[in-house]
């Protein structure tokens, strides 16, 4: 499956972005689709992820509250909806896609087989 993440941007503090993730090449409903971030100097960080079969989702402590992961199957994408956005929130945001993630092990970045390109948020204060 091959991921196009966009969305990203600048904005101030205390407003909204959606990123969205788009599939193609691959059956939608057979995968778990996460979002990562990673910001400069510092390791890449889960963000949320939803099994598409089933819908199950986990949202980071960090983002719970302000972010929601949502889908469109017949656009095959996977949302980001990042409201209330911090400074600390600024960094390159990816998706990553999985058949046979475990789900015990979904904040694990090496558990996704494929990845987006990063789209960078950048968030003013």
């Known amino acids: 499956v091959q991921l196009q993440a966009s969305g990203g941007g600048l904005v101030q503090a205390g407003g909204s972005l959606r990123l969205s993730c788009t599939a193609s090449?691959?059956?939608?409903?057979?995968?778990?689709v996460g979002w990562f971030r990673q910001a400069p100097g510092k390791e890449r960080e889960f963000v949320a992820t939803?099994?598409?079969?089933?819908?199950?989702?986990s949202i980071a402590d960090s983002v719970k509250g302000r972010f929601t992961i949502s889908r469109d199957n017949a656009k095959t994408t996977v949302y980001l909806q990042m409201n209330s956005l911090k400074p600390e929130d600024t960094a390159v945001y990816y998706c990553?896609?999985?058949?046979?993630?475990?789900?015990?092990?979904?904040?694990?970045?090496?558990?996704?087989?494929?990845w987006g390109q990063g789209t960078l948020v950048t968030v003013s204060s």
């Open positions: 990553a896609a999985d058949r046979t993630l475990i789900w015990g092990r979904v904040q694990f970045a090496s558990d996704y087989d494929y």
């Open positions: 090449g691959g059956t939608f409903n057979t995968y778990t």
């Open positions: 939803m099994r598409l079969r089933g819908g199950s989702v």
